[in-house]
């Protein structure tokens, strides 16, 4: 057993490299790292630079956090994960799936096949090809695709904010909903507590279709409001648009 005031170490085996001045401890390694819970098959503690590797099997559990990878490098101020990364945040009941994820105390860098989930009554699937998450803003780069909450949406860009459960998409956005999608350069969406969609907001050479028991609706302007609920279209709303509607026995049209 190591123990110093912020260090306390349990494992199997252990040996000091002086040369390098490198603590190595093999085992079932469990430690307490300035407050994180760690376990791990092997742990390098590295004394002129402040770190810490941790291989094989490793969990860190921090607060309402969750850490898990096969290796984990801890320097100071920021955390890096790497090869089969999965991370839980209970606080915000969020989940990452990835293969690299640096965090630091302002901010998670997510890259290699990142997946976001957020988990409420409707879960909400998101891919990119890199998060970059600050506080309760998360911006997803390349490809994103969004599933749940009723819809699908894929476009080039996300910036959601956690905190209000709205998002902006840019670049080729498209999304679906039970009975209709629409296409637009940008795109805005807001949704419920629970993940579900509530709104849309079509913005820029906006298209929208629509086809549900007793109506259908092909409309395009260069800005499209729509309202969602349990999934299907209640009402549609667009600025100087032009389209087809047919037998609209309960959708509210307005326009300029």
């Not at 390694?29 to 004394?47: H, P, S, Y």
């Not at 959601?160 to 009975?179: A, E, H, P, V």
């Not at 209640?234 to 509210?252: H, M, P, Q, W």
């Amino acid at each position: 057993m190591v123990k110093d005031s912020s260090l306390v170490i349990q494992a199997p085996e252990g040996s000091y490299n002086e040369s390098q001045d490198v603590l190595v401890l093999v085992g079932k390694v469990i430690a307490t790292l300035k407050k994180r819970n760690l376990e791990a098959q092997r742990l390098l503690l590295e004394q002129k630079g402040n770190i810490a590797k941790a291989y094989g099997n490793v969990i860190v559990r921090e607060n309402n956090t969750l850490l898990k990878a096969d290796s984990v490098y801890f320097t100071e101020g920021t955390i890096t994960a790497y090869g089969k990364v999965f991370y839980r945040n209970i606080e915000d009941s969020m989940e990452v799936y990835a293969g690299f994820l640096m965090s630091t105390n302002d901010s998670t860098l997510i890259e290699d096949k990142p997946l976001i989930k957020f988990l409420r009554r409707d879960t909400l699937v998101v891919k990119a090809e890199k998060f970059h998450i600050e506080n309760s803003g998360i911006q997803g780069y390349d490809s994103v695709n969004i599933a749940g909450g009723q819809m699908k949406v894929d476009a080039d860009t996300l910036f959601f904010n956690g905190d209000s459960n709205k998002g902006i998409l840019t670049g080729g956005c498209s999304i679906q909903w039970k009975d209709g999608d629409g296409k637009s350069d940008t795109l805005k969406f807001f949704l419920t507590e629970q993940n579900e969609l509530d709104s849309i907001i079509l913005l820029s050479e906006a298209f929208v279709h629509n086809k549900g028991e007793k109506n259908e609706i092909f409309i395009s302007s260069p800005r499209i409001i729509i309202k969602i609920e349990s999934g299907e279209l209640k009402y549609l709303r667009a600025t100087s648009g032009k389209g087809i509607f047919k037998e609209l026995d309960n959708v509210g049209t307005k326009s300029n």
